[in-house]
Structures are given as structure tokens and as C-alpha cells.
């Protein structure tokens, strides 16, 4: 009997503590053990939020104005014959941080009118990041049953990753693209038929626009608005806001001196600096 008693003490030494070992590793794939973790609630729907509550809706603006891009900010952001109508409030982006008053700083969308006595201006300042998710819904209730502009212009920045071709850092430049309404002119409004950006280039064949912009030039067609969205490069620099600014100034708010804008200080260097831009890709090259 004492060979089997050895025996058996032997297999207890050899036995895992189930306690402290480790794991076996899963049989299952990451996707497949999500599929039985519980789902996150859904976000709830952007909505806009206006400071009269009773405002005459729908709004029909002669011209819509979105600036997404920091310059279209900045520029936008020093205009002090404007007026706070409005926001556009995203149950993603905090209120926390913000400042009592307007900020460049700031992660807000809100919506203003310009003081034009001729026609309604509204300008929508897009300070905040907007995931592409969420791009289709923020852009059917800027340009939905509450806001029925008559013209759209959209203001955004070249994304050099997407681009056909080689961009400098230290190159300025500036492309558009249009709806079909606005290429044929179509409406016979105040506007007349002539392009809102005149002498512009249009954004070159094969580069690709996505996000907000795209998806606001997108409404545009769906609605047959005429619609123009404008992208500016590079994204920051005292170059490209002193370029956006004289076209805007030019072409789309002729009656507005925007020479009293400064350019951009040291106070405000994410507008002024040029940020270090990664090597533009060989994609399309």
C-alpha cells in the first residue's frame, strides 16, 4: 500500500489552485463577448434651442452661413454688429468649461443674425467636434423644417490626408464646391444667377470631403438649395484668415467692414501659428 500512497500525494502536489492560476485563454473572439455585454443607451437627438421662445418659425434666411473652419471662426467671432438668436445643443459636449461669454475657446454652436437691414443674415459658429455619426443629424436641423435658408454657404478647411496632390505648409489657397442649384442659378431671388464665390477654383477631381461639411452640402442638394461650401488651406495662419477674409468681403458680405479684424495675435496662436502638418499622404500620387 505505501507505493499507492505515494502515488497519490504526488498527483495532489501537480494539481492547479483554480483560485490564483491563471486563465485558460477564451475560445470566443473579442466581437463575439461583446455581443452579450449590455448595449450603451442611445444618445439623444441634437436639437436647437433659440432665446425667444416663440420666434417666427421657420426661419427663412436670404443666405445661411455655417463656418467650421478656424479661420471662418475667428473672422466670424470679431463681427460685433451680430445678435445671439440661437444653439445648437449636442448631449455630448459639455457645458462645463465654458465661459459667461462668447470665446473662441469655447465648445459651443451657437447661431447669430447679422444686423443687416436688407436681408436676414444668420451665421451658425460650429466651435465644438462633431463626429461623423452625428453629421447627418446636425446637418438636417440646421437645414430643415426650422431653418429654410434660401442660399447656404459653408465654410471648412482642407483635410490634406484627403487632397489629390502635394500642399505646402506654408502655401494659401482656396476651392469650392456647389450644388446644382447654384451652378444653374436657379431661384429667381435678389441673389440672381451669378456664383456666390466668383473666380473661384473648384476643389480638384478625385479628393475626397467628408464630416459636417460634406454632409451639409449634401442637405443642400437633397433640398435643391443653392449651396456652396468653401475650404480653405492651411488650417490655421494669419495667411489664410487674411484670405478668407477678403474674399468673404468681396464676394459675401459687401456690406460689412471687416477691415477693423485684426490678424491674429499672440494672444489667440491657435489661429496664428502653423501647426506641424503630417507628410501629405501618396495616395492618389
Request: proline residues 8%; aromatic residues 6%; negative net charge.
Amino acid at each position: 500500500m505505501l507505493p499507492l500512497a505515494g502515488c497519490l500525494i504526488c498527483c495532489e502536489e501537480e494539481m492547479e489552485d483554480v483560485l490564483t492560476e491563471l486563465p485558460p485563454p477564451s475560445r470566443f473572439f473579442q466581437e463575439d463577448l461583446d455581443n452579450f455585454a449590455t448595449p450603451s443607451p442611445p444618445l439623444s437627438s441634437p436639437s436647437l434651442l433659440f432665446c425667444n421662445p416663440k420666434p417666427d418659425q421657420p426661419l427663412r434666411p436670404s443666405l445661411l452661413i455655417i463656418a467650421l473652419s478656424s479661420p471662418s471662426l475667428y473672422i466670424f467671432h470679431h463681427i460685433s454688429s451680430k445678435t445671439l438668436i440661437g444653439s445648437l445643443v449636442l448631449p455630448e459636449i459639455p457645458f462645463s468649461g465654458n465661459s459667461t461669454g462668447p470665446s473662441l475657446g469655447d465648445k459651443s454652436c451657437n447661431i447669430y443674425a447679422l444686423n443687416d437691414m436688407d436681408n436676414l443674415t444668420l451665421v451658425v459658429l460650429v466651435q465644438c467636434s462633431i463626429s461623423a455619426e452625428r453629421s447627418n443629424a446636425v446637418a438636417k436641423l440646421l437645414i430643415g423644417d426650422q431653418i429654410i435658408p434660401k442660399r447656404v454657404l459653408i465654410m471648412d478647411s482642407v483635410q490634406s490626408q484627403n487632397f489629390r496632390g502635394k500642399l505646402a505648409p506654408d502655401e494659401t489657397c482656396v476651392f469650392k464646391l456647389e450644388t446644382s442649384a447654384e451652378r444653374k442659378g436657379l431661384d429667381g431671388d435678389a441673389c440672381g444667377g451669378s456664383s456666390l464665390l466668383k473666380g473661384l477654383d473648384y476643389f480638384p477631381s478625385g479628393s475626397v470631403l467628408d464630416g459636417l461639411g460634406a454632409a451639409l452640402l449634401a442637405r443642400c442638394q437633397m433640398r435643391n438649395i443653392r449651396g456652396t461650401l468653401c475650404v480653405s488651406w492651411p488650417r490655421y495662419g494669419v495667411c489664410v484668415v487674411a484670405l478668407v477674409k477678403s474674399l468673404l468681403q468681396r464676394n459675401v458680405l459687401c456690406g460689412f467692414d471687416l477691415s477693423t479684424i485684426g490678424d491674429p495675435k499672440d494672444k489667440s496662436s491657435r489661429f496664428s501659428s502653423i501647426k506641424n502638418y503630417p507628410l501629405d499622404s501618396d495616395m492618389y500620387t
